[in-house]
């Protein structure tokens, strides 16, 4: 079963913060999350373990806690490039990842 | 040098035709995996193979068959081509226990 993304569409001014939200009913061994610019592929941002670990990239960070099934993705200080969809990945036992609807940010100027 | 290859990029086809799509990792990965992105761009995992297990989403028609002849190469057969096929195929691969996953850079499947 999919993962929940919440929200679906955010637009962005330059510098403002936003966060995105990954659901889960089933217990999660592993959230990832990716970025997909318009025509091209997803690209890996972060896995986070269980363990409530955050972890951070340039200005992006995520956070997960394992008891509430859900991961959050923060982007603070947003830049242009930081347009594109965000997809929430959840990784069981296996090697299945299985993919969220996907949130699309838009950083305007 | 390319990570995940993927051939071709754009792929036009009748409906009722057999196609292919070839895909190719020079990571050193063990597990590949093939993803359908439909209109609303929402990414569906189809198969997961390494050289022990292919694991198959259930609500994929068996009309699709990966094909590995290698552990570098998974390749995407697809019978009776129907119109709800048409959509962006994206090969992927990491190493085994869902670590970091490299997509290819799609192939856009259009059958008419």
């Known amino acids: 079963q999919q993962p929940v993304q919440s929200p679906q569409a955010v637009i962005l001014r330059e510098g403002e913060d936003a966060v995105i939200n990954c659901s889960s009913s089933?217990?999660?061994?592993?959230v990832h999350w990716y970025r997909q610019k318009h025509g091209e592929a997803p690209v890996f941002l972060m896995i986070?373990?269980?363990?409530?670990e955050q972890k951070g990239h340039e200005k992006i960070s995520a956070s997960f806690n394992e008891k509430k099934q859900q991961s959050s993705l923060y982007l603070t200080a947003s830049q242009l490039s930081y347009s594109g969809t965000y997809f929430c990945?959840?990784?069981?036992?296996?090697?299945?990842?299985?993919f969220g609807g996907g949130t699309r940010l838009m950083v305007k100027p | 040098d390319t990570a995940v290859s993927q051939t071709p990029k754009y792929l036009v086809t009748q409906m009722g035709n057999d196609k292919s799509i070839k895909c190719e990792q020079n990571?050193?990965?063990?597990?590949m995996y093939w993803y359908k992105q439909d209109s609303k761009k929402f990414l569906k995992i189809m198969f997961s193979?390494?050289?022990?297990?292919?694991?198959i989403n259930e609500t994929v028609p068996n009309r699709f068959s990966p094909k590995s002849p290698d552990k570098a190469h998974l390749n995407l057969h697809i019978n009776s081509l129907e119109l709800g096929d048409s959509a962006v195929y994206f090969c992927?691969?990491?190493?085994?226990?869902?670590?970091?996953?490299?997509f290819g850079q799609g192939t856009r499947l259009t059958v008419v």
């Open positions: 986070l373990l269980k363990g409530g």
């Open positions: 089933k217990a999660l061994y592993s």
């Open positions: 992927a691969s990491s190493h085994t226990g869902g670590t970091e996953a490299f």
């Open positions: 990945g959840t990784g069981n036992a296996g090697n299945m990842l299985t």
């Open positions: 193979y390494n050289n022990k297990e292919l694991i």
């Open positions: 990571l050193g990965h063990d597990t």
